[in-house]
């Protein structure tokens, strides 16, 4: 895989992750439960960090 290649992968996987978050609906993103006890906003704030 090129470098080309290996961009457009990042970002086509970027893309699908953002797609799933925005799908959340907002009354549910601070609830607990999406991973173990975590909710939603807990699993992004590990992946942004």
Do not use: C, Y
Request: cysteine-free; proline content about 4%.
């Amino acid at each position: 895989m090129n470098r080309a290649q290996t961009l457009a992968r990042i970002e086509s996987v970027w893309s699908d992750f953002t797609n799933v978050i925005d799908s959340v609906p907002d009354e549910l993103i601070d609830v607990p439960g999406a991973v173990g006890s975590w909710s939603v906003k807990d699993v992004i704030g590990h992946v942004a960090t």
